[in-house]
């Protein structure tokens, strides 16, 4: 592990310069220049790091290197949707995987871009893929918020709402393309969804107090019951599908990135995780939710879900239902790394963070019940 966190390790930079020259003319076809290789630090961050690689006289990276480490042990404790823990070479072969199959079910269709990989490194865990000069549709948030133009003094133009649809249309064209056959299900039938439910409401209770928790555990859990079929339809799990994960290219074109195609997961999991996401951005929780202008994030969740069903109904319901289990698992998690200590969250800001998502546990079942 120690080893692994080195800075500029010699022997990964060797190696990834040697593979980037002996690949340069398929890669880079047309690159003027020497052959040159730089490499630059990204981020480094606890699961991984990432390093920029730019070739020849080019003023802007070429490719991107991203690798994992192993992650430190974490204390058993909060009710978790999934089991296991994948190691840094696992995990690294999905992602390479994933992205081999997002650039291949995506060319032909101009809505959508992808990030290319261009070579796995086993032994390093790491995968080379195409550098995007893009934003990720979270920093699109960031820069569309209040926030950011108070601070700047200057509005920015918001993102074309077609880019948000397209974000849905790539979720089904995706569960369309790839059968969840063959991967290990999870969340899978009604009673285990109940079952999650239940063991988290018991976590929130016992670490914040009945009080603070109220009844939106156990409403949430009736609605569930009523809403859900017994056996739910499964589709192949991206495996973090966020904002985040996703760039905005400046030509109107969305790119998926970050896939770990692992679990066959409820159909709905997936967009309900993107939904989710944009009303729990860090900023989000931290401004209680006035980040955005109000009806900013309604307007973009129509689009995402009008772009994953054009025709018909997206069985809202069901939507619902599934949106609150995510809620309250991100609720869950929320309050368990805060209390690890691995969270950024201190007493005071856990506190107002966990109403605000309390508050939309409670604003998504208003809208259930209505
Ligand atoms: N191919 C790429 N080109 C340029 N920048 C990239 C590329 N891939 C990732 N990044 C940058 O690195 C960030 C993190 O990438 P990625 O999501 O793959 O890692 P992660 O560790 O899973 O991060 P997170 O937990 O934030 O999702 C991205 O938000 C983006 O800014
Ligand atoms: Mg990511």
């Known amino acids: 592990m120690a080893g692994q966190r080195r800075r500029g390790d010699p022997v990964l930079h060797r190696a990834i310069r040697e593979i980037v020259v002996e690949h340069r003319d398929e890669w880079l076809p047309g690159l003027a220049g020497g052959s040159e290789v730089r490499l630059r630090e990204l981020s480094d961050r606890p699961r991984c790091r990432m390093l920029t690689v730019t070739v020849g006289d080019a003023a802007v990276p070429q490719l991107l290197a991203k690798v994992r480490r192993d992650a430190a042990p974490q204390p058993a404790g909060r009710p978790t949707l999934a089991t296991g823990v994948l190691s840094a070479a696992e995990l690294s072969a999905l992602e390479h995987d994933g992205l081999c199959l997002i650039a291949e079910q995506v060319s032909g269709d101009d809505r959508f871009a992808a990030v290319r990989p261009v070579a796995h490194l086993p032994e390093h865990r790491t995968v080379l893929m195409e550098y995007v000069e893009a934003d990720t549709l979270r920093d699109r948030l960031v820069r569309e918020s209040r926030v950011h133009r108070l601070a700047h003094r200057r509005a920015t133009e918001p993102t074309a709402m077609e880019v948000w649809s397209a974000v849905g249309g790539w979720l089904a064209l995706h569960q369309r393309a790839v059968p969840p056959d ?46 859900l079929p017994a056996t739910l339809e499964l589709a192949v799990g991206h495996g973090d599908f966020a904002p985040r994960n996703v760039f905005a290219l400046d030509d109107g074109r969305v790119a998926v990135f970050d896939p770990l195609f692992r679990w066959a997961v409820p159909r709905h999991e997936d967009l309900c995780r993107f939904l989710v996401g944009l009303r729990l951005s860090g900023l989000a929780l931290h401004s209680h939710g006035l980040a955005h202008p109000s009806g900013h994030l309604e307007a973009i969740e129509t689009a995402v879900i009008r772009g994953y ?8 319901e069901q939507l619902r239902a599934y949106g609150l289990l995510i809620l309250i698992d991100k609720w869950t998690a929320l309050v368990a790394s805060s209390r690890t200590g691995l969270g950024r969250l201190r007493r005071g800001p856990l506190r107002l963070a966990s109403s605000h998502l309390r508050g939309e546990v409670d604003r998504l079942l208003q809208a259930a019940e209505d």
Not at 189 to 214: I, K, M, S
Not at 310 to 316: E, L, S, T, V
């Open 182 to 227: 063959g991967l290990p299900a999870r969340q899978q039938t009604r009673e285990a969804v109940l079952a999650h439910l239940e063991a988290c409401g018991g976590f929130l209770d016992q670490h914040l107090g009945t009080r603070a928790v109220g009844d939106v555990v156990a409403r949430a859990s009736r609605f569930v019951a009523l809403a």
């Open 309 to 316: 069903a054009p025709d018909g109904d997206p069985a809202r």
